[in-house]
Each structure stands twice: as structure tokens, then as C-alpha cells.
């Protein structure tokens, strides 16, 4: 949450770059904008409440002097969205200009304590203090990293802090504890962001700064330090795989509709996967005695869609948790012989960080199954599995979620093949299934799109929908739902289909939406009966359905259609890109932006 920029380079101007990398990151919060650069000694800060593109109309970010400079866009936390609560926030002097993302925890004391010295607030933020504590430690005759340093000894809390210096003007320094910051280099040229795709255009180059670490970034380099004992900390550059090209729209109007179309590609790279690295997460998954999957939101879907892969194909059911809920669900109940699935997309989500960390107290094993190099999972994980969809901008998650699936299906015939569970002859057929999947997912879209168009400009006006399935078609249900509700705004709630007639049903009357999962499978004849049921309260019934199921297309209203079957256990890959498609028009026909919902943002990093 919160997207960072800072970038310093030895020639040209910035701000034109740090317009341009905040709108790549403005998935990460969008309440408000900032940016500050530094010439001639001076800070240039030009912020305000609102999106990227509307400040900029005011304010025009690209006319600012400079060959330094950082930006923020804001996610809220601490105080309502306001020019004055924007970052970057300043010292009493207007020296030192510094973006932050995470809460610090005992912000009020310090600022109780600050104020008492005679320190002047101009926001509710918690940030703020962290600008008048350096201006005390510099003061004291610290430079800029330094203060950072002693700053870092008084605050608590979570932290990705990077900081400019009018008195210090040749560096940028950042430093972090729990919330994200990668930093990028080219001859000439350092940059820091919350995020790849920030920099992306300018560099491939990318050095990992971990947690505990404090960085001074110039124009020749990078220096990191260990903030406990000072050490200088040599780190290699990795080469980032993506291109800037991929978190760009390339002609499509909005990132979740090129996302949705990236699918069969994402499936197709993330299949390559290689053979020993799903072999080494099978064979920890098989060695354990309990497996929890922890996941959040739509990844949590997909924990839930691999619980049953892993149960129908190797015999293993995992339980699924909710990592904000693991701790208080648990009560220390795990050993160094239990194994962890944590699936996350982003890496680092708090609530699934937080979870694991708990977890590894108690020696349980960790296998992450995340879409980014070097986030913090994968630094905490004994075996990581990196799914291949690219960077993904839309916030409403959909091609992550589905290299979430395929790796999952992938460890699963791993794990198959291992435990014998099913004959090998199986397992085979089964994979040539997986195989087959991303052909199968670019006909789905190119046969649904018009159709979840049209079905949007039915539907778009009711306030409440039901979503129905059995099995695994419950997660496909769950992740529809999720869809509507985060980027449409529509009331939508998933239920099992059995469990509809225990008291959802009371909900139904005439007209009342409800759409149901129906693949081909060992559950569509109760599903049938599920059908008849919520049709005989007048139910409006929509149904996502193989195409050559006529029986259920005559008891629907409107139908979504999937033009083959696949194997049970892969059937949510196919069956969930019509729902997320109609979620797609249901927002755009209410004239609402899908990559950007309402208080949401790409990376929860806040508990
Ligand atoms: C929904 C969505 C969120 C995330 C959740 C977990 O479209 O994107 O529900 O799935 O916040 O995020 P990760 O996967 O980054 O841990």
C-alpha cells in the first residue's frame, strides 16, 4: 500500500520519471499524490489530494527542477486524504522531504515529544515525525543516513522510508522494516521504488534491500548497510525478466481487460515451471504431518481450489486458513513437522508475513508459491515457487490468480506421483490436460467477452447477487463474487450450493440473480436440483456451464459457456474467466474504473 519512486541521475531532469513511474505504481494507493525534487539547494514540492492525473492537471508534476527527487501516492491510513496529508511531509525548515509506507506504531508519542521541543505539524499523518526527527539528528551534526539511523532506533512499527536532504543533495537514502523497497541501477542512474514496474522502462537491474538494512543511493552506486552492526552488505544485481512493455496497456482501455487476455500466456510460462523445483515442494509437502494453505483474498481462492487438486490427484488435503486468523485459530498447535503453502501474490501481504513468521517460530516449513523475485515470502520460505504471470497492474488480481492455480496443479502431480494415489497412466492424462488449458482459456475469452457484456447490461443495477457451486467450483464461485464485489460494487456473496438451502435461500424472490458454477463434473446433477430449487422462488438464473449442456441452458436465463471440458480438478481455470469478464463490464457499465477500486490497493502491507 502506498506506491514510492526516488530517483537521482546525473543528467536531464526527473520529474518528468517520477510522473510517469507514479502512475505505473498507482495500483498501490491512489487518495494522493506527491512529489518533491531538489535544485539549488532548494526542495520543489508540488502535492495534492486526488488521482495522478487530476493533480497533475492542476499542478503539472513535470515542471520541476532537478536531478533528485521521490514521490508518493498514497493509500490512507493515518488522516483522511488532503493535500496537507499527502506526502512528502518536511521538517520546520523545509530541508528534508520524506516518503514512507507502513504505520509507525508509537507515532504519537514521538510526536507529543517533538512538538514539545517546538517541532511544527502540518499534518495527522504518522510520517510527519519522521522528517523532525531527522532535522534533530541532523542537527546534531549526523548527515542524512546517519539521523536515518538513529531514526530508525526510536520508531516502531512497519517501515519503507526514503528520504532527501537539501544539505545532503548528492544522495538518496531509504531504509525498511517490513514493507517493501527495491532499488534499480543503471551507469549513471540509482532509483528506489515499492515496486519493479516503477522503473521498469529505464532499468532491468535490480539489488533487493532487506529488511534491517539502510541503503545511500548516488548517481555511482549503491551502498548498503546492516542498520544492527554497520556491516557493509555486498549484494549481487538481479536481472528482472520482466519488460516494461508488460506493465504497460498496450492498446487495451484498462489493465485488468489486458490481464484477463494475458491469461493463456501466463499459464503457458508458468507451466515450464522446472520439473525439480515442484518436486522439491512436493516432496516437503509429503515429508509433513500437517499442511495448512495461508493465503488472503483471491489467493486464498486459489489455496482453496488446491486443496481439492491436492486431495482428488496425490490423497493429501491440506487445511485452509486465513492468514490474518491463523495465529488466533491455531493457539501454537504447529511443529518443525508441519508444512505451510503460503500463496501471495505480491509477496508481501502483512497478514500472510505475519502468519508465516508465526508459523517458522515454531520451525513449521515454508513453501511460497508468489509472482515476485525477491519479495519478502520468498525470503523466509525454504522453497519458492515463482509463478510466471509478470507484472500484473490491475488491482483486482486475475492472471496471478490464475499461475496461482497452475502452479498449484503442478505440485499436485508432483505430490501424485509421488504418493502413488493415482495410477501413473492418470496422472499423465491429467497433465496433458493442464497442457491443453491455455488454449482453452483464449477460447473462453474470445466466446464470453460479448456475452459478459451483455449480461453486465442486465444485471448491472442489482444491489445483491448470489454465487453458487459445489467442490471445487465453491473457490470459482468465491473468486466471482470477490470480483463483483471489488470492482463493481454490487452486493455478491458465495455459498456453497448445498449450504444455500440452510439460509441463503431466504434472500431469493422473484428476479433476485443467482449465478451458479456448473461444470461437468461429479457435482452438476446436485447442482441441477439447485437449480430447480432457487427457480421456483422466481430466481433469475445464470448459469457458467460446458456448451453442450442443454439441460442446464433450458433451466438458465442466460448462460456463460465453457466450448470443452477438462479434467474436475482444473475446471476453476476455465470457469472463472466469465465472471471475472462480467465483472469487468459490470464495473465499466456503472462507469466505475476496474483497475482502480475504492479503497483498495495492489499490496496490503497494514494488519
Ligand atoms: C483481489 C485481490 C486481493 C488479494 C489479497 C492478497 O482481487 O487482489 O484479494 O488477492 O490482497 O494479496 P496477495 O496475493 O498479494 O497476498
Keep these: 500500500m502506498c506506491g514510492i519512486i526516488a530517483v537521482i541521475q546525473k543528467r536531464g531532469v526527473v520529474a518528468p520519471f517520477l510522473h510517469q513511474a507514479l502512475k505505473r505504481l498507482e495500483y ?5 499524490v506527491g512529489v518533491t525534487t531538489i535544485a539549488e539547494n532548494m526542495l520543489h514540492t508540488k502535492k495534492d489530494k486526488g488521482k495522478i492525473e487530476e493533480v497533475h492537471k492542476r499542478l503539472n508534476l513535470d515542471e520541476m527542477p532537478g536531478l533528485i527527487g521521490i514521490g508518493h501516492t498514497r493509500w490512507a491510513t493515518h488522516g ?3 493535500m496537507l496529508n499527502s506526502h512528502p511531509h518536511f521538517d520546520c525548515e523545509n530541508k528534508i522531504a520524506v516518503v514512507h509506507n507502513g504505520v509507525i506504531d508509537n507515532f504519537m508519542g514521538l510526536r507529543k515529544e517533538l512538538k514539545e521541543k517546538g517541532h511544527k505539524f502540518n499534518s495527522e499523518t504518522d510520517t510527519e515525525i519522521i522528517p523532525h526527527m531527522i532535522e534533530d539528528f541532523m542537527k546534531e551534526g549526523f548527515d542524512l543516513a546517519g539521523a536515518i539511523k538513529e531514526v530508525t532506533k526510536r520508531i516502531e512499527g512497519t517501515y519503507a522510508i526514503v528520504a532527501v536532504s537539501a544539505d545532503d543533495s548528492d544522495k538518496i537514502v531509504c531504509t525498511r522494516d517490513g514493507n517493501p523497497l527495491v532499488i534499480g541501477r543503471k551507469t549513471g542512474a540509482s532509483y528506489v521504488s515499492s515496486d519493479i514496474p516503477a522503473f ?9 534491500l532487506l529488511d534491517g538494512e539502510i541503503a545511500s543511493l548516488t548517481t555511482e552506486g549503491v551502498h ?3 542498520l544492527s552492526d554497520g556491516q557493509t552488505v555486498d549484494r549481487d544485481t538481479i536481472k528482472i525478466s520482466w519488460t516494461a512493455d508488460q506493465a504497460q496497456k498496450s492498446g487495451y482501455p484498462h ?8 491469461q493463456p500466456n501466463a499459464i503457458r510460462d508458468t507451466l515450464r515451471l522446472p520439473s525439480e523445483s515442484l518436486e522439491k515442494a512436493a516432496k516437503i509437502i509429503k515429508e509433513s504431518e500437517n499442511v495448512y494453505m495461508l493465503a488472503m483474498g483471491t489467493s486464498g481462492h486459489a489455496a482453496k481450489a488446491g486443496r481439492h487438486m491436492f486431495a482428488s490427484l496425490a490423497g493429501i488435503l491440506p487445511s485452509f486458513e486465513l492468514a490474518s486468523d491463523f495465529q488466533d485459530t491455531v493457539y501454537g498447535a504447529l511443529s518443525d513437522k508441519d508444512c505451510i503453502i503460503a500463496i501471495t501474490q505480491s509477496g508481501e501481504t502483512t497478514d500472510t508475513i505475519t502468519a508465516v513468521k508465526y508459523a517458522k517460530q515454531h520451525g513449521t516449513k515454508l513453501v511460497a508459491i508468489t509472482n515476485v523475485v525477491g519479495s519478502s515470502i520468498t525470503r523466509l520460505a525454504d522453497h519458492t515457487i515463482l509463478t510466471q504471470a509478470g507484472p500484473e497492474i490491475g488491482v483486482a488480481a486475475t492472471k496471478t490468480f490464475m499461475v496461482q492455480l497452475t502452479s498449484l496443479a503442478l505440485i499436485a502431480l508432483a505430490l501424485g506421483e509421488m504418493t502413488g494415489f493415482k495410477e501413473s497412466a492418470e496422472i499423465r492424462q491429467k497433465r496433458k490436460a493442464l497442457e491443453k488449458l491455455p488454449e482453452l482459456v483464449s477460447e473462453v475469452i474470445s466466446r464470453n ?7 453486465a447490461s442486465v444485471l448491472y443495477e442489482k444491489p445483491s447477487l448470489l454465487f453458487l457451486g459445489r467442490g471445487i467450483s465453491m473457490a470459482t464461485a468465491e473468486e466471482g463474487a470477490l470480483k463483483l464485489k471489488e470492482i463493481a460494487y454490487n ?16 434472500l431469493v424472490q422473484d428476479d433476485y440473480p443467482v449465478i451458479f458454477v456448473a461444470p461437468a463434473d461429479d457435482t452438476r446433477n446436485r447442482i441441477v436440483g439447485n437449480i430447480m430449487e432457487m427457480k421456483a422462488r ?3 438464473i445464470i448459469s457458467v456451464i460446458q456448451k453442450d449442456d442443454d439441460e442446464i441452458a433450458g433451466l438458465s436465463d442466460h448462460v456463460l459457456m465453457i466450448p470443452e471440458t477438462t479434467e474436475p480438478e482444473f475446471s476453476i481455470m476455465p470457469y472463472v474467466v466469465p465472471l471475472q469478464l462480467f465483472s469487468y463490464y459490470m464495473a465499466l457499465r456503472k462507469d466505475y474504473d476496474p483497475d482502480k477500486p475504492r479503497n483498495l490497493a495492489k499490496s496490503v502491507t497494514v494488519l
Excluded at 498501490?28 to 494522493?32: C, L, V
Excluded at 489493465?255 to 494475458?262: A, D, G, N, P, V
Excluded at 467477452?449 to 449480461?455: I, K, Q, S, V, Y
Design 28 to 32: 498501490r494507493g491512489y487518495d494522493s
Design 80 to 82: 483522511a486524504p488532503s
Design 200 to 208: 521498469l522502462p529505464m532499468t532491468d537491474d535490480m539489488i533487493l
Design 224 to 226: 548498503i548497510e546492516k
Design 255 to 262: 489493465f485488468m481487460l489486458k490481464e484477463i487476455h494475458e
Design 449 to 455: 467477452e460479448e456475452r459478459a457484456r451483455r449480461l
Design 491 to 506: 452486493h455478491a456473496e458465495a455459498y456453497s450450493a448445498g449450504e444455500s438451502k440452510h439460509g441463503p435461500i431466504a
Design 538 to 540: 422466481g430466481a433469475t
